[in-house]
């Protein structure tokens, strides 16, 4: 086959911090496949065609991607942040494991991007110097028994916790639900931060604790970030204090 698909990311949103690779990709592509706010991120060029779509929709998204590539097509798909992290490789991937035979054949690639978590850690100061983990709290295709399992485990590992997908117009509890089964496992003084839209115009940066936390304040623009028991924040004068997990665990005790 002479088409090909790459998965691209376009990192959280301003243009600076989108990859070299990815604009080269980006620029060669003769079709953008994506959720429309994506693919309007993209700039236009002569002749590109350009495939947008809504939401909860991946899957078909990346059929049609799958069947252009097929056809010939250089084809982009678009992802926000980084597109392995809750995002349009899996789908892409799933797509093709039960799809037709010969898109096994096609030349697939995937592109990284700057993930919502990297971004965020960035704007902190060092969130994530020690190990941590990232969960997201859509249970459109699991289970929240699932979710609540998970976040009952990195708590009880002491991870440094990312939360992705908080909250939505069709489940605003679940972010309520997460806090409470976090603030039945670790201390009250515990570093929070939501850390909402990251690079763009309306970025907004909270830090409070675990027990003072207003989880309402999320959406799903919001990167939340809950610390482990060795993640302090660091006073500075006129600006906001630093988030810092150091890299060795247990040297302050």
């Known amino acids: ?13 301003p243009a ?43 899957i078909d998204r990346a059929r049609h991607a799958l069947e252009m590539a097929s056809e ?22 799933e797509a093709i494991e039960s799809g037709a035979p010969e898109w096994r054949g096609l030349d697939v690639t995937v592109v990284p991007g ?7 850690a960035a704007r902190l100061g060092a969130p994530l110097g020690h190990d941590f983990c990232a969960i997201s709290l859509s249970d459109n295709l699991k289970p929240w028994s699932i979710v609540e399992r998970r976040l009952r485990a ?5 991870f440094v916790i990312a939360l992705y997908n908080p909250a939505s117009k069709a489940r605003p509890e679940r972010i309520h639900d997460a806090f409470a089964v976090l603030r039945g496992l670790k201390p009250a003084t515990t ?11 309306d970025e907004r940066i909270a830090l409070t604790i675990l027990g003072e936390a207003d989880p309402g304040i999320a959406d799903m623009s919001t990167l ?27 040297a302050g005790r």
């Open 191 to 201: 570093p929070v931060a939501f850390a909402r839209a990251v690079g763009r115009e």
């Open 72 to 93: 010939g097509r250089r084809v982009a798909v678009v992802s926000g942040g980084d597109p392995g992290i809750f995002a349009m490789a899996a789908a892409v991937l």
């Open 16 to 58: 600076c911090w989108l990859a070299p690779e990815a604009s080269d990709v980006l620029a060669a592509a003769t079709d953008i496949v994506g959720y429309q706010p994506y693919v309007d991120r993209v700039p236009e060029r002569p002749g590109q065609r350009r495939h947008a779509s809504d939401n909860r929709v991946e």
């Open 114 to 120: 700057i993930s919502a978590m990297q971004a965020a």
């Open 154 to 158: 990195a708590a009880e590992g002491d």
């Open 1 to 13: 086959m002479t088409g090909s698909l790459a998965v691209v990311g376009l990192g959280p949103g």
């Open 224 to 250: 939340v970030l809950i610390g482990s028991s060795e993640t302090r924040f660091i006073d500075r004068p006129g600006a906001s204090p630093w988030m810092l997990t150091p890299r060795t665990y247990g």
